[in-house]
T-cell receptor
Framework: EAGVTQSPTHLIKTRGQQATLRCSPISGHTSVYWYQQALGLGLQFLLWYDEGEERNRGNFPPRFSGRQFPNYSSELNVNALELEDSALYLC?????????????FGPGTRLLVL | AQKITQTQPGMFVQEKEAVTLDCTYDTSDPSYGLFWYKQPSSGEMIFLIYQGSYDQQNATEGRYSLNFQKARKSANLVISASQLGDSAMYFCAMREGRGAGNMLTFGGGTRLMVKP
């Protein structure tokens, strides 16, 4: 069974540009989560999508947005990039309506903003 | 206040020995789940083990076991018979509440280094 996949693996942008990161969940999983892992700041929850809807978002500005497609894959968009957006962006998926709801993570996209 | 605290930024362990990674948590929700993940240098977060707040027994998965002490709000990870491939960052995480999709809150992580 294929795991969570993310693309691209690395992304280099300049300040002010927009970045688009993509995630495909494990087959059968309907929930997709995005986390940011910046140096020195640990893992922070960004967004949660389920059944095509944004269900929850962390403490991030509106320039962080995304969507979930009918096939449950997801896109994270970061507008007006700032230097501090440089981080590893991790996507995770889970099967809804289970008690444990383990989130399984993809390999991440490393975003570098110059 | 920190919801998940990992007090050991780095630890060494001799190959084939057991090691305990500490994790304490803070929540007033009676229903929660505790997770441990391993993050090698490649960056991917690998799920290791889960403990639910209502589980009566400590969770075990192969060489991994979770020492769950509910009254002390601790959920320490025990790795038995350490291997060189166990060298990585280890994160403790908590999900509060029941129902689909509650976010995970992570601790700061512990870097484990296994010596040959």
């Amino acid at each position: 069974e294929a795991g969570v996949t993310q693309s691209p693996t690395h992304l280099i942008k300049t300040r002010g540009q927009q970045a688009t990161l993509r995630c495909s969940p494990i087959s059968g999983h309907t929930s997709v989560y995005w986390y940011q892992q910046a140096l020195g700041l640990g893992l922070q929850f960004l967004l949660w999508y389920d059944e095509g809807e944004e269900r929850n978002r962390g403490n991030f500005p509106p320039r962080f947005s995304g969507r979930q497609f009918p096939n449950y894959s997801s896109e994270l968009n970061v507008n007006a990039l700032e230097l501090e957006d440089s981080a590893l962006y991790l996507c995770a998926s889970s099967a809804a309506l289970t008690d444990q709801e383990t989130q399984y993570f993809g390999p991440g996209t490393r975003l570098l903003v110059l | 206040a920190q919801k998940i605290t990992q007090t050991q930024p780095g630890m060494f362990v001799q190959e084939k020995e057991a090691v305990t990674l500490d994790c304490t948590y803070d929540t007033s929700d009676p229903s929660y789940g505790l997770f441990w993940y391993k993050q090698p240098s490649s960056g991917e977060m690998i799920f290791l083990i889960y403990q639910g707040s209502y589980d009566q027994q400590n969770a075990t998965e192969g060489r991994y076991s979770l020492n769950f002490q509910k009254a002390r709000k601790s959920a320490n990870l025990v790795i038995s018979a350490s291997q060189l491939g166990d060298s990585a960052m280890y994160f403790c995480a908590m999900r509060e509440g029941r129902g689909a999709g509650n976010m995970l809150t992570f601790g700061g992580g512990t870097r484990l280094m296994v010596k040959p």
